[in-house]
Nanobody, 119 residues
């Protein structure tokens, strides 16, 4: 069973930066991973995805501001968020799957989420 644990959320002023991390465990095959967020009163939306081969996808709303990467070990991904805006305020979730689903919401495995608040 794949387990995902996020960290790094918090509060920041507009224009600031935050880094989110996600550690995956409990698997042996390459994982495709992504970050999603749930804005207040809305459903989850894909933010950034990284495939097992390193290819990345971004939502238009975060292109040029957010960067997804693997932190050395294949089982750790990082979302570096910059130029944060109040509308980026959301619960951010890490997701993983053995199929490359890019920014689709049908990932099989999800973390518990970490709150990001931009004021």
């Amino acid at each position: 069973q794949v387990q995902l644990v996020e960290s790094g959320g918090g509060s920041v002023q507009a224009g600031g930066s935050l880094k989110l991390s996600c550690v995956a465990s409990g698997y042996t095959l390459p994982l495709h991973m992504a970050w999603f967020r749930r804005l207040p009163g809305q459903g989850r939306e894909g933010v950034a995805a990284i495939a097992g081969d390193g290819r990345t996808n971004y939502a238009d709303s975060v292109k040029g501001r957010f960067t997804i990467s693997r932190d050395g070990a294949k089982n750790v991904i990082v979302l570096q968020m910059g130029s944060l805006k109040p509308e980026d305020t959301a619960m951010y979730y890490c997701a993983a799957d053995f199929v490359n689903k890019q920014l689709a919401r049908s990932y099989d495995y999800w973390g518990q989420g970490t709150q990001v608040t931009v004021s």
